[in-house]
């Protein structure tokens, strides 16, 4: 069994700054594609970023030139720092990898809040 768990969500004034976690832990000889989705209140959940296993990255406009995503290989964890942080940034994140090439998981989410 695999689990995810986020963490670093919180409250943030507008400008500021938060870097998420996402460790997975379990029955994982390789972690492939990482990536994190966003789902704000009312709204479907999008894609913000992902990072392949050679360490290629995406990321969704609108987070362009604020946001990196990075992996850990050696601890399962993929990161997301969030610099200049917007109101419309807020949030529920959510990490999601794909598993010896297999299934992917989900994370339960972290709630970021950014206040204008």
């Known amino acids: 069994q695999v689990q995810l768990v986020e963490s670093g969500g919180g409250l943030v004034q507008a400008g500021g700054s938060l870097r998420l976690s996402c460790a997975a832990s379990g029955s994982i000889s390789s972690i492939n594609a990482m990536a994190w989705y966003r789902q704000a209140p009312g709204k479907q959940r999008e894609l913000v970023a992902g990072?392949?296993?050679?360490?290629?990255?995406n990321y969704v406009d609108s987070v362009k030139g604020r946001f990196t995503i990075s992996r850990d290989n050696a601890k399962n964890t993929v990161y997301l720092q969030m610099n200049s942080l917007k109101p419309e940034d807020t949030a529920v994140y959510y990490c999601?990898?794909?598993?010896?090439?297999?299934?992917?998981?989900w994370g339960r989410g972290t709630q970021v809040t950014v206040s204008s």
């Open positions: 999601v990898a794909r598993i010896n090439w297999g299934d992917s998981y």
């Open positions: 990072i392949s296993s050679g360490g290629r990255t």
